[in-house]
T-cell receptor, first 114, second 110 residues
């Protein structure tokens, strides 16, 4: 399976600031997703990161709030903009590969907004 | 609408006490059912994929089974290190993504 590295693993952020999370994969992958997991909740898809084109966002998530880049098949970034305490979550990078496109996850980036 | 429901929400077991977790799903055309383990503050760790009714997969003390409407994760003689949240998911999103259940939080006491 792919090895997925996320940075930062954890951060405390001030209200109103923005933070960029990086996701690096050790092999080229077609499918790359960003999920959010709020405290005590399950995972919710934010968007699919498309290489060479704009990300595809799920209902309730917008590009101005969560801009995503994917310059190549091994790297993506997610920015959480103008943060509020409601953005305190674990943000997870995931990739799909193999039979049935099994989806693997990075270790996550745990953001706390104060 | 595609949906995944897991039960129970939480399960407390004594070490060695076997039990099962349930995942029921509603999807139009199953393209696999995935089980993950998640430790606190970490990303989900892939365990199994099941593709057709009757299929079973095993890994150490865990065995996953699949019917046309639900999947079970059987835990045999669990140990404290099996304590985690177990998530079930199916491909169902418009973007080829997974739809997750809310998970079962398993606690195994020595």
């Amino acid at each position: 399976s792919a090895v997925i590295s996320q940075k930062p693993s954890r951060d405390i952020c001030q209200r109103g600031t923005s933070l960029t999370i990086q996701c690096q994969v050790d092999s080229q992958v077609t499918m790359m997703f960003w999920y959010r997991q709020q405290p005590g909740q399950s995972l919710t898809l934010i968007a699919t990161a498309n290489q060479g084109s704009e990300a595809t966002y799920e209902s309730g998530f917008v590009i101005d709030k969560f801009p995503i880049s994917r310059p190549n098949l091994t790297f993506s970034t997610l920015t959480v903009s103008n943060m509020s305490p409601e953005d305190s979550s674990i943000y997870l990078c995931s990739v799909g590969e193999g039979r049935g496109n099994t989806i693997y996850f990075g270790e996550g980036s745990w953001l706390t907004v104060v | 609408e595609d949906q995944v429901t897991q039960s129970p929400e939480a399960l407390r077991l004594q070490e060695g006490e076997s039990s099962s977790l349930n995942c029921s799903y509603t999807v139009s055309g199953l393209r696999g059912l995935f089980w993950y383990r998640q430790d606190p503050g970490k990303g989900p760790e892939f365990l199994f994929t099941l593709y057709s009714a009757g299929e079973e997969k095993e890994k150490e003390r865990l065995k996953a089974t699949l019917t046309k409407k639900e999947s079970f994760l059987h835990i045999t003689a669990p140990k404290p290190e099996d304590s985690a949240t177990y998530l079930c998911a199916v491909p169902g999103g418009s973007q080829g993504n997974l739809i997750f259940g809310k998970g079962t939080k398993l606690s195994v006491k020595p």
